[in-house]
T-cell receptor
């Protein structure tokens, strides 16, 4: 089974850096995804980690430690448009793939 | 535009009605999913279809009935729903054969059961 934990809400100011943590317990681990979801919209893909380490993509970076069951999403140079929910999701492969989500972290960026 | 299209975007139905949600993907993927998103709850995986065959049914009540006639289309048939079934229903697709490929989501259908 899956158990994915992330903070419910975070606040930060424009231009700052914020780190959103995610811990998980799973079987058949086949990677960890981060998605962004604005209110009333579909989740959109941000990043994917399957090996330990840091993946950087512009202002967003994601880190994974498989031994610790831990990931974080790092957002730099925050902009107002970054206010959204950030969903941590683990891909489980038990013969077929399925993506299991955490509750999401609502990030509010203020001026 | 994610390549996954859901219709309708909004649906209000009575508890005795029968309706269907439709999902179509134009990405050539071979796996499709239905998720339910309720307020303050994680996205809940309902059904998984891989190569048009249902491979997962996460203890979903029988009032929800999925159908996958081909790899591009997925339906969710609804009948005798309850008010607690009101939620955002999201369809997603991915390429099953390649490990770790991302899932692409449709815009969702906002369902209200009255």
């Amino acid at each position: 089974g899956q158990n994915i934990d992330q903070p419910t809400e975070m606040t930060a100011t424009e231009g700052a850096i914020v780190q959103i943590n995610c811990t998980y317990q799973t079987s058949g681990f086949n990677g960890l995804f981060w998605y962004q979801q604005h209110a009333g919209e579909a989740p959109t893909f941000l990043s994917y980690n399957v090996l330990d380490g840091l993946e950087e993509k512009g202002r967003f970076s994601s880190f994974l430690s498989r031994s610790k069951g831990y990931s974080y999403l790092l957002l730099k140079e925050l902009q107002m448009k970054d206010s959204a929910s950030y969903l941590c999701a683990v891909m489980e492969n038990t013969g077929f793939q399925k993506l299991v989500f955490g509750t999401g972290t609502r990030l509010l960026v203020s001026p | 535009e994610t390549g996954v299209t859901q219709t309708p975007r909004h649906l209000v139905m009575g508890m005795t009605n029968k309706k269907s949600l439709k999902c179509e993907q134009h990405l050539g993927h071979n796996a499709m999913y239905w998720y339910k998103q309720s307020a303050k709850k994680p996205l809940e995986l309902m059904f998984v279809y891989s190569l048009e065959e249902r491979v997962e049914n996460n203890s979903v009540p029988s009032r929800f009935s999925p159908e996958c006639p081909n790899s591009s289309h997925l339906f969710l048939h609804l009948h005798t729903l309850q008010p607690e079934d009101s939620a955002l229903y999201l369809c997603a697709s991915s390429q099953e054969a390649q490990g770790g490929t991302e899932a692409f989501f449709g815009q969702g259908t906002r369902l209200t059961v009255v």
